[in-house]
């Protein structure tokens, strides 16, 4: 016996040994790990300065800053996820913000503002200019936007909320920790205690996903979470969404343009409203920007408007940007030109008696779309101070034209006309439809997407092309209505209904060139008012006065009185 001791002790020494390893893993695996999560590293803060941005139940990449003990954000994400409606003016210096009545003015890197000719004190920088970014206060942010932020410490961090819906919310029922992952050997983001309030965000089977109150959001077991209940958040900011009032009017509108290049034009008034039936606004061509200083022509005449308002006509005076030697951008981008334009178009369009202001600019670069919208909001505040209606002509929308940000000319403009035509031009090099069905109701259906269907007016073409196309070369001809079917008449052209286009299609080779049409008569233009009607546009707008036939207006007519 004495010979196989040895052997025991080894066997009971292998057991032991073999027994503790498998306990020391066991231990390993299923004991909590006291590890610490680096918190700069889970929200990735990398600078000083930097603070990690939770917005709503996500952390996000965008980083906001603090300085002077304040938490600034950069410009540009204030734009994209706070308020669009912050406009820079780096030329002059300016950071501003339009309300319905107000423009709201400081200059970069101060802590004054301007509102309604009084200097304010902020308290603390409005905007601070960091290397080539501006960073704007989000406490002056939150002045005028619905939002919520809370600034936590150790690392800094802001809570931001812009929706308030409801949660589920459980205690903490032992104290316990909030893990950066479910399980017991993911790294502690904090130590939680009992009694603490947590919001539930994703429930698993043994571990749920949890945000606390400093919004630090992590994982802990489900065992440790109870009295669950759903409450919904209340905004503490006290901020009201400012009313932006518009001009409706209670019938629909049916607009005339009346294309006017001289002051003597004002006098074809009577010649060009002769014969036509419905119309209840008409805008002259009158004002015409000359340069970048704001500076325009004008032909108002108040013996014009007085012979419009006898015959039943608001005046809708439209103002363009066609002259070649003005620069949209250089223009709009400076803040004591918009003012002079604004000042100078509104007292000469009060003063002859219209009615109000038609906006007709056009080919806007990219670069000079933000300009050109906070000139829409500026000249709106003036209107709105003035019972001026303000209108804006707007293509067909494209991607290419998202700058002209319909959405927002929907708030502040009264109405916002589609040029429902063009969709071939002169200079395309390519024959086809000046106004499909298809064109039009995409242009229709793409801007109720944005803006109220009753602030919507559809300009229809009185005008057909009549293309020409020799060897590889193609030109075209804008005729009127009663022209172009002249020239199909007497030129022995044939046409077919196009049940696509909804037009009158025909073509014919003359001494070896192709002539194409696609008329725009009574039928096509009936097709169009049809789809405007099922849609319950604000009304219809008519390129130009002089190139309709009679009939057209009783067309327009029953459209009107449906």
Same mark, same amino acid.
């Given at each position: 016996m004495k010979k196989f001791i040895p052997t025991i002790i080894a066997i009971v020494l292998i057991v032991l040994i073999g027994g503790g390893v498998v306990a020391t893993k066991y231990i390993e695996k299923y004991t909590y790990t006291k590890d610490k999560q680096d918190l700069n590293e889970y929200y990735g803060l990398s600078q000083a300065d930097d603070v990690a941005i939770v917005w709503q139940d996500s952390k996000i990449e965008t980083k906001a800053k603090l300085m002077e003990g304040r938490v600034y954000l950069d410009y540009d994400s204030v734009c994209d996820m706070l308020n669009d409606r912050f406009y820079v003016d780096y030329n002059e210096n300016w950071f501003i913000y339009t309300t319905p009545t107000d423009i709201i003015k400081s200059h970069l890197g101060e802590s004054t503002y301007m509102i309604g000719g009084s200097e304010q004190d902020f308290g603390c920088p409005i905007t601070i200019v960091k290397g080539d970014t501006l960073y704007v206060s989000l406490d002056y942010v939150r002045k005028y936007t619905a939002f919520d932020y809370t600034l936590f410490n150790d690392p800094a961090r802001i809570q931001v909320y812009t929706e308030w819906n409801e949660q589920t919310v459980a205690t903490i029922n032992k104290d316990n920790a909030v893990r950066l992952k479910g399980g017991v050997k993911s790294p502690i983001l904090r130590e939680v205690v009992k009694g603490e309030k947590v919001v539930? !965000? @994703?429930? /698993?089977? #043994?571990? #749920?996903?949890?945000? #606390? &109150? @400093?919004? !630090? /959001?992590? +994982?802990i077991e489900n065992k440790y979470l109870s009295d669950e209940q759903s409450l919904t958040p209340? /905004? =503490?900011? &006290?901020?009201? =969404?400012? =009313? +932006? #009032?518009?001009i409706h009017r209670d019938y629909k509108i049916n607009l005339a343009w009346h294309a006017i290049y001289t002051k003597a034009g004002n006098d074809s008034f009577e010649e060009y409203t002769a014969g036509t039936k419905g119309i209840n606004v008409i805008s002259p061509t009158w004002y015409s920007l000359t340069d970048n200083e704001g500076n325009f022509t004008s032909f108002a005449d108040s013996s014009y408007v007085n012979r419009a308002h006898a015959n039943g006509m608001e005046v809708w005076a439209l103002l363009d940007n066609f002259n070649v030697d003005v620069n949209t951008k250089e223009l709009m981008s400076y803040t004591s030109k918009r003012e002079r334009l604004i000042n100078n178009l509104v007292s000469d369009v009060l003063s002859c008696g219209a009615d109000g202001i038609n906006l007709d600019f056009e080919q806007i670069s990219y670069e000079a779309g933000e300009h050109y919208v906070e000139f829409i909001r500026e000249l709106s505040i003036s209107c709105r101070a003035n019972g001026l209606v303000l209108s804006v002509d707007n293509y067909v929308p494209r991607e290419s034209t998202n700058h002209y940000n319909r959405k927002e000319q929907g708030v502040v403009a009264d109405y916002v006309i589609i040029m429902g035509y063009d969709e071939h031009w002169g200079s395309g090099g390519v024959a086809g439809s000046v106004a499909s069905l298809p064109y039009v109701l995409d242009g229709i259906e793409q801007t109720l997407r944005e803006v109220p269907s009753e602030k919507v007016i559809n300009a229809v073409p009185f005008y057909t092309r009549v293309w020409k196309t020799n060897g590889g070369e193609v030109t075209s001809e804008a005729l009127g209505m009663d022209a172009a079917a002249a020239f199909v008449k007497d030129n022995g052209i044939e046409t077919a209904w196009d049940d696509e286009c909804c037009q009158y299609y025909g073509e014919k080779t003359m001494n070896g060139i192709l002539y194409q049409v696609w008329l725009e008569d009574n039928e096509s233009i009936a097709a169009k008012l049809s789809v405007m009607d099922s849609h319950n546009l604000g009304g219809v707008a008519e390129w130009k006065l002089g190139f309709e036939n009679s009939s057209v207006w009783d067309v327009i007519g029953a459209y009107l009185n449906k």
């Open positions: 539930i !965000l @994703d429930r /698993m089977d #043994t571990w #749920t996903k949890v945000k #606390t &109150d @400093d919004s !630090l /959001m992590g +994982y209340s /905004m =503490e900011n &006290d901020f009201v =969404e400012p =009313e +932006y #009032t518009s």
